[in-house]
């Protein structure tokens, strides 16, 4: 990826013209980048569209006069969208397999699961959860059994035949769990030998596809057999960004990744898109990785940031989704506006 360096501009500073006793001021003229808001997040000239549409900002700093000072639309820089409420589906099924996918870890990819999950089963769809990560954090945070129990795991290698033995109910209705514990990790040593390993995954769930509207597979921060398991299996990949520099470095191998997925071994997956976490507004770095991320990838950015808070890790120990931990706050909006994007963009039903 080529990106651009941007320069802050400084803000002029006050002229005082002495004309007698009485000294006359000439009022200032401010930009956007003196009052800390990056030039990028100005508002485009394009006008709102459906979801997926907009253009990022031009990059250039706009004057304004000291009586009034704009703000902008969004914190990807693209005009606001109200996405509508999704009508309830008239019956269950086939899944839309979505993978939640990036090889850093700390992104927000398991946060994102458990929350974009709660809230898809908010909106009536059947939503099913995989936890593909040997350290078992989703299965943790939804506050479901782990240990002594049928786990992915169990399937993957054979000593389970049946999925719907590892399925497991969550405190949100219409929220279900097939869980994880280290015993993954031991996963891609059985693997490596079979035929047809990459496709595991995809057919342990072949037979319980019918069943949801949505399976979300939370997977390692890897690109690992276990990864690329999923990838075969999805139809789409939601890339959950952390607005951090080292985050942004990954991106482009895991687009790789995916290209090459596409080629080899699953043709109809599609990248749904790439959504931003973790986001400070009140940081200059912050801004500056939206901004790049936006000026790369354009539309694949989706137009929902998750914000940074502390609600994350208290709804983590206390077993649910910040959805049922804190209803009304931002966070929880945030994810349930998330959740409408991706019904809007076709990327769920």
Do not use: W
């Amino acid at each position: 990826m080529t990106h651009s360096n941007q320069m802050l501009a400084e803000a002029p500073t006050s002229t005082t013209t002495m004309t007698g006793p009485v000294p006359t001021i000439t009022a200032p003229t401010i930009t956007l980048a003196a009052i800390g808001v990056d030039a990028a997040h100005e508002a485009p000239t394009s006008t709102p569209g459906h979801a997926g549409t907009g253009t990022s900002g031009t990059g250039t700093s706009v004057t304004l006069d000291s009586g009034s000072i704009g703000l902008p639309n969004g914190p990807t820089g693209r005009p606001r969208t109200e996405f509508a409420t999704p009508a309830p589906l008239a019956k269950t099924g086939p899944a839309r397999i979505v993978a939640l996918c990036n090889q850093k870890g700390g992104v927000g990819k398991t946060t994102t699961s458990i929350n974009l999950g709660a809230a898809l089963a908010e909106y009536g769809r059947k939503v099913l959860i995989i936890d593909f990560d040997p350290q078992g954090a989703l299965s943790a945070g939804l506050g479901v059994q782990s240990h002594d129990v049928v786990t992915i795991y169990d399937l993957l290698i054979g000593t389970a035949r049946d999925p719907f033995l590892a399925i497991q109910p969550t405190s949100i209705p219409g929220l279900d769990v097939i869980p994880a514990n280290i015993d993954l990790s031991a996963a891609e040593v059985h693997l490596v030998n079979e035929v047809a390993r990459e496709q595991t995954l995809a057919r342990v769930l072949r037979r319980v596809v019918d069943s949801y509207d949505v399976i979300l597979i939370d997977c390692q921060p890897s690109l690992g057999l276990l990864t690329v398991n999923a990838l075969a299996a999805a139809h789409g990949v939601l890339i959950p960004l952390e607005c951090e520099y080292f985050a942004l470095r990954g991106v482009a191998l895991l687009v790789e990744t995916i290209d090459k997925v596409r080629d080899r071994l699953n043709p109809a997956i599609e990248l749904d898109g790439i959504v931003a976490t973790m986001y400070d507004s009140r940081t200059l770095h912050g801004r500056e990785v939206l901004d790049r991320v936006v000026e790369a990838f354009e539309d694949q950015v989706l137009e929902t940031v998750i914000g940074r808070t502390v609600k994350f890790p208290d709804a983590s120990v206390a077993g649910v989704p910040i959805l049922q931990f804190a209803p009304d706050h931002a966070a929880a909006q945030a994810y349930r506006q998330l959740a409408r994007e991706l019904i809007s963009r076709g990327a769920v039903d």
